[in-house]
């Protein structure tokens, strides 16, 4: 059966098309992130320490796979939803679901294909960063396996609502339609975040699907966030078997997918809460000094992080990616608050002069700061416990400048541009067209 489900995926025009769209789309965010690094290699020639700030993993990794996503979440479903979609819309699936007596079987087989031609679109991506490596460019295996492994995790999640959207609608543009929503749902929580007149939605933010995609992109291997998606992805699947269940009346197949939503949530808030994360950056850059961490983990009591601050302040989010995503790793029990959140409305033009502090507590002991500065918060704790602040010497992160010009960057144009995308185009071709295909 999966041979056949392959069959369905495989030899669509639509699905090398998405592909070679994919491909398009990554490559022209791979050609601006290129340029916009070369520019800024030019201006560090000569300086060690702002060579020290380029970084591979944001100036190349991250905005490449940023076109892996937005291909993910708008074209995608398009090819996902339909292995299953389709066998509904030519009122197929029910003689399929006979002969084979195995429902589970059924949608797994369709689930496994749609998630075969997924994977088409992380091709691309993996090419370019040959490419890169080709022309003298770093990278380091750990760091960028593990960008990867959360956009890998991000397209199983979109298949799997794409195939419970296949489940429970008529038709592949139905089931398509439901899925972008989703999709565009996880949008509109990312958009609370900068914006006040959305701060309603800011409750849900750990509900955003980017929150989850966050560490990984950052070279954080972080439990909770690889857990939240499959949970979401397993859930989505329970659902997809529901919705092919006909043989069912509508009360027992309601009450199934009550079922699994209340046993999703409960997954789902569980597996965010995991607060096991590991550091796999290069010379482990994403963390604190070693000897400050070390200190960290040696505190007695509860540590905890109050910080005044409102949700669309830029301090917030610089102190959440600078000190307290390094303070997490080194401390996954603390506790960050932000009481400014709990406000039932905006409070942008009501701050009082305790706005901007930052109250931090080792178990009975509190101190308070104004900075958002990471040695200053990190100073403010240990003296909060009572001792002083540890060697704050870290192994220096060389940097990687790069400038690509001339024959070099007329290659990546011409690979990214053309080559690339028509390779794509030329499979779907050969697997459509050719004697296999009849």
């Known amino acids: 059966m999966l041979t ?6 495989l030899r669509a025009r639509v699905t090398w098309l998405i592909a070679a769209l994919a491909a398009l789309l990554c490559g022209h965010s791979f050609v ?69 007596a195995a429902p589970g079987r059924v949608v797994l087989s369709k689930f496994l294909a749609a998630l075969c031609g997924a994977s088409v679109l992380l091709l691309g991506p993996l090419v370019l960063l040959l490419v890169w490596s080709a022309a003298g460019g770093h990278l380091a295996l750990a760091e960028t396996t593990t960008a990867l492994l959360g956009h890998a995790l991000y397209l199983l999640l979109v298949t799997a609502l794409a195939t419970a959207a296949a489940a429970w609608t008529a038709t592949v543009a139905q089931a398509a339609v439901v899925t972008l929503l989703l999709v565009l749902f996880s949008w509109a ?6 914006f006040a007149a959305l701060a309603w939605l800011g409750r849900a933010a750990d509900w955003s699907v980017t929150t989850h995609l966050g560490a990984c992109e950052h070279g954080t291997l972080a439990a909770g966030d690889c857990l939240f998606l499959l949970v979401a992805s397993v859930a989505a699947l329970g659902a997809a078997l ?10 027992t197949r309601a009450l199934w997918l009550l079922m699994i939503a209340a046993a999703a949530l409960l997954g789902l808030r569980a597996a965010a809460r995991q607060p096991l994360a590991l550091d796999v950056t290069e010379l482990h850059r994403g963390s604190l000094p070693p000897a400050a961490v070390q200190a960290i983990t040696s505190l007695r009591g509860p540590v905890s992080v ?21 303070l997490r790793l080194a401390r996954p029990d603390v506790e960050v608050l932000y009481p400014l959140d709990d406000a039932p409305h905006a409070t942008e033009s009501a701050h009082d002069e305790g706005y901007g502090r930052t109250i931090l507590r080792v178990g009975a002991s509190s101190r308070a700061t104004f900075s958002a500065s990471r040695k200053e918060l ?17 192994p220096e992160y060389p940097g990687y400048p790069l ?12 690979l990214s541009y053309v080559l690339l995308p028509g390779l794509f185009m030329a ?7 050719g004697p296999t295909s009849r």
């Open 4 to 9: 056949r489900e392959l069959a369905i995926v």
């Open 32 to 100: 601006l992130a290129v340029d916009l690094y070369t520019a800024g290699s030019r201006s560090v020639a000569a300086s060690t320490l702002m060579a020290r700030e380029f970084d591979p993993l944001l100036g190349i990794v991250r905005p490449l796979l940023g076109g892996v996503y937005i291909a993910a979440s708008l074209l995608l479903p398009l090819l996902v939803a339909r292995p299953l979609a389709v066998e509904k819309e030519r009122k197929s699936l029910r003689v399929l679901l006979l002969q084979c």
């Open 189 to 194: 929580v990312d958009a609370a975040e900068g």
């Open 242 to 251: 529901v919705g092919v269940r006909f043989d069912w009346p509508p009360r």
């Open 306 to 326: 109050t910080v005044y601050l409102d949700r669309d302040d830029a301090r917030r989010r610089q102190m959440e990616l600078d000190v307290l995503a390094k």
């Open 378 to 394: 990190i100073t403010v704790l240990f003296e909060a416990a009572g001792r002083p602040l540890p060697d704050w010497s870290q």
């Open 403 to 414: 400038i690509i010009e001339g024959r070099r960057r007329s290659v990546i144009l011409f």
């Open 427 to 433: 499979a779907g071709w050969l697997l459509c067209h």
